[in-house]
């Protein structure tokens, strides 16, 4: 009971729908029961005047002490009898004997208990100075004004359940613009932060939709003035460190003892970890960046570019890195994003891979669109990390390798931007060991060969 009060409190369409369906139901109770009893007292009323009736075509002298009028039915039979002047009789009343009523009655109607039964009575005096009793078992009359009540009751029975579910189905519908646009901003990515389009939202809703858009539109500011920030400082900081480079190189030409020797090679090495740090910064804020216009991009062509960059890393640590298969695919992106993309995850496969190791590249078509595979023999990554490696300068226990911690960070921005998915895994799921990573794309639509004629043309 407690969770289900919580839900109603949480769900301004549940209350809405249990204070109609309430509210109707109370409503249609009322009108139900004061039409039957209104119908009931309607159908009594025209009972008694159907004695009357027979009391008034009975005014002169009876024919007989007892007259009976009825259909066949003896519960519908109307009794018409004198009063006063009957002798008694030993037949019973559904013998066809008379009713046991004592003369003294009052004119009127009057309702009497006779033996076992109830009986509806109209004492009246005849224009000739008779008293006649005019009487009806009440069981019979009973029974055809409740048939008569119900079946004025039955049209509420029917209509009310049909109208609640009409109630509930109108407040489904009218809730459906929020549904729509709660999924329309959960479905959003990180970078996703244009306004939200308020024109089919209801007004009541619409001043807390142009709230949600000031709240998106000063995240955006905030969040474009850090990423401005961080390329400005990173831009600036390359002239020093090239500065600092070139001098290192000087100085490295320079007489000096092996310890000194020694230092400033460490030193070198600081400031090429230095101008890497600072290229991956100015990756990621391009990564973070609007969107460039995408086109159809070639996979393997993606693939030949990056291996020719990064082939003399491979080389010196003695790795075995190629494209398996010759399957090819046209994916829609900007060549810069899917060259960044590759990029760091082959530069990362090189790195964590043992030297001796191996590193291939795929890509599989399929009716879900294109599948870009990077795997490797390295240590790779333990389940409970892979969510953790996509945060920038976060870097896995253990790992010797020198890095900064941004290549996935990169990866992951780029791949939120072009709407795709990207998906860990080990090469070798029963040793648990080596990365694949798995980059889920579209396929590009590519103009038909009419089009294709026409463009030429």
Request: net charge negative.
């Amino acid at each position: 009971m407690d969770g289900y009060a919580r839900r109603l409190n949480a769900s301004l369409q549940r209350k809405l729908s249990l204070a109609l369906f309430l509210a109707i139901l109370v409503v249609a109770v009322v009108a139900g029961l004061f039409s039957f009893l209104s119908a009931l007292d309607e159908a009594h009323e025209l009972q008694d005047d159907v004695l009357r009736q027979v009391a008034q075509l009975e005014d002169g002298p009876l024919s007989s002490p007892v007259v009976r009028l009825q259909d066949g039915n003896e519960e519908s039979r109307v009794i018409v009898q004198r009063l006063g002047a009957g002798q008694p009789s030993s037949a019973d009343v559904d013998a066809g004997g008379p009713l046991a009523l004592p003369p003294t009655l009052p004119d009127g109607l009057q309702t009497l208990r006779v033996g076992d039964e109830m009986f509806r009575v109209l004492v009246k005096t005849t224009s000739a100075g008779e008293r006649i009793a005019v009487a009806q078992e009440s069981a019979f009359r009973d029974e055809i004004a409740r048939d008569s009540a119900l079946r004025t009751v039955t049209p509420f029975l029917i209509l009310v359940p049909v109208l609640l579910w009409i109630v509930a189905d109108m407040v489904r519908k009218m809730f459906r613009p929020i549904v729509a646009l709660s999924l329309e901003i959960d479905r959003r990515s990180d970078q996703e932060l244009h306004p939200v389009e308020d024109g089919r939202v209801p007004g009541e809703i619409r001043p807390f939709v142009v709230a949600i858009n000031r709240l998106l539109a000063r995240v955006s500011r905030s969040m474009q003035a850090q990423r401005r920030f961080v390329a400005d400082a990173a831009h600036e900081l390359r002239s020093p460190l090239t500065a600092l480079s070139l001098q290192a190189e000087r100085l490295a030409d320079a007489e000096m003892s092996d310890p000194a020797h020694e230092r400033l090679a460490e030193l070198r090495l600081g400031i090429e970890r230095g101008r890497k740090l600072l290229d991956q910064l100015l990756s990621l804020a391009r990564a973070q960046s609007a969107a460039a216009p995408a086109a159809p991009i070639s996979v393997q062509g993606i693939y030949r570019r990056v291996l020719e960059d990064l082939m003399p890393l491979a080389q010196a640590k003695g790795i075995d890195v190629g494209v398996e298969g010759t399957q090819d695919a046209q994916v829609p992106s900007s060549e810069l994003d899917m060259i960044a993309l590759v990029r760091n995850l082959v530069d990362n496969a090189i790195r964590y891979t043992p030297e001796g190791g191996r590193v291939d590249l795929s890509v599989h078509v399929s009716q879900e669109g294109a599948v870009l595979r990077i795997q490797d023999t390295g240590p790779g990554i333990a389940p409970t990390e892979r969510e953790r490696v996509f945060d920038s300068f976060y870097r896995t226990l253990g790992s010797e390798q020198p890095g900064s911690g941004l290549g996935l960070a990169i990866v992951k921005a780029i791949v939120d931007r072009i709407g795709a998915n990207v998906q860990l895994g080990f090469s070798d799921e029963a040793k648990q060991t080596g990365l694949r990573v798995e980059i889920r794309m579209p396929l590009a639509d590519m103009p038909s060969t009419a089009q294709a004629h026409d463009i030429t043309e």
